[in-house]
């Protein structure tokens, strides 16, 4: 009896341990196939055009509205997304096999909103009116997934300009958009001969970016600073770490022609005013709702709801653009290159993802694509180009409701790839150089 | 007597649907010059509109619905964050009071029979009656 009962007990551990060996065999093996599995390049590029030496592969593909993402250190990917998919507000990407093909695909969190971003160990985002922070373990996965961190709590939103994209200095520092609910402080916003308002009420909670701590609680207005003002909107935005500075794409005034037909023709309308990239510093004015900046005069010119005639320039104490792009494309994106993977020219570059126009009806519509600027010590060395294009699917569906996808957000990964997210068709896209 | 009855009846039928052609036709083409001036920029030409922005008028519930409601709408604009069949929207629409009954009319008219949309003209009796009980 007590042999049998040994050789019982001896029979089951063999078999745990061969149990565990196996699994522990399997895993290699999936360590090896993972080793042998490169990323490539999907046949199409993705839908994308790109110039020569460039691919892009979809790692992932019907997320919903992805707005803004991050990536860890590891290469996984976090997504943001301004409406709930499957009932989650974020997600969580995952290559098992070392395609560049998302496998696992986690969500967590459920409030909507556009910002995200990784930093020193912790994962932030937020919805239109808090920042949230998820301590990230050593393999970059949050942990305490229903509990967050709040960090920032009650900016206003107002309907309009409502999301709050995020960025992180080296020094503890989250700056924060909080966009302008009106598109330029008339009493009625967007009413035909409606007056403005003399000084812009707006400006002092919106309108501007403001700057908090990035590991205190419950901060409101009065813990942050208002870090620049005069900016109509901005979603994207990232902070240049060549030169420790914080740069802003921002969205221009919209209707020039429909509210001042007198002053605009409807082409005038579609090209202005600039879509402007900003390097900021503590204190920066950037103008709006007094002034805009004309990219075909290069010149700051007051708005006609404050007495402008679309030739009378602005005050010079106004803030000049550091590129200034054509009208109404909507950059939604904004990063600064520091990889190795892309040629020469791309380090220290900026990549701005164009959402693409709705205001430069009737003239047809500009943007669907990602542009790139190249930089040299902190300052524009190039004009600005396209890189990635054919978001929408082709000129037929160059149009908000139409595009099959609108490039949103975008991020680096550890091995230099470029990803870019789609808040239209839900994809996540990543760009690899594979030429010589 | 049948005959008869049934002779009234086709020919009244058909006036109307002749008087109908002759008042509607016109209201969409006038309607159709004011979509340009005043909606198209943010509707968009073919009314596919802006997704999370500008709504749009292809078929949703607000336009080819309860005409009280859209005529309201555009004499009152909106500011409010009202989901419009589940979707949001925000950017702020400015109130069209402006606009005489008749170019309401004329402009709803044509939205609603544009767009694939196929709903009842909008009168300017309708649009008075609406804009004395917003007043």
Redesign the interface.
Known sequence: MKTTFFSSVLFFAMLAFANQSCAGAGSDSTKNSSAAKTVSADKDNAGLKLPAGFGALAVATGLG?ARHIAVTANGDIYVKL?SLYKGKSIYFLHDNNGDGKADVQTGFGDFTGTGIAVKNGYLYASSDEEVFRYKLDANGNAVNQTQPEKIITGLLNR????SKSIALDNDGNIYVNIGAY??DCQV??????SPSINPCPILDSAGGIWQFKADKLNQTYGDGTRYATGLRNVVGLDWNSDINALFVMQHGR??L??LFPDLYTTKQSAELPAECMYQLHQGSNCGWPYAYYDEIQHKKIINPEYGGDGKKEASPDIQDPVVAFPGHMAPNGLLFYTGNMFPEKYKHGAFIAFHGS??R??EPQKGYFVAFVPFKDGKPSGDWEVFADNFAGGPEYM????AKHRPCGLAQGPDGSLYISDD?GGTVYRIIYTGK | MKKITTGIFIFVSCSLYLFAQTTVQPSIARGKKLYIQYCLSCHQEDGSGVPKLNPPLIKTSYVSGDKTKLIAWVLSGSTENIPIDGKYYSNNMAPQANLKDQEIADVLTYIRNSFGNKAGAVTAVEVKAVRGNTK
């Open positions: 509205e301004s309907h309009e300009h409502e009106s598109n009625k916003d967007r009413v035909k001969g919209d209707q022609h429909d709705w205001n009806a009737p149009q908000p409701g139409k239209s």
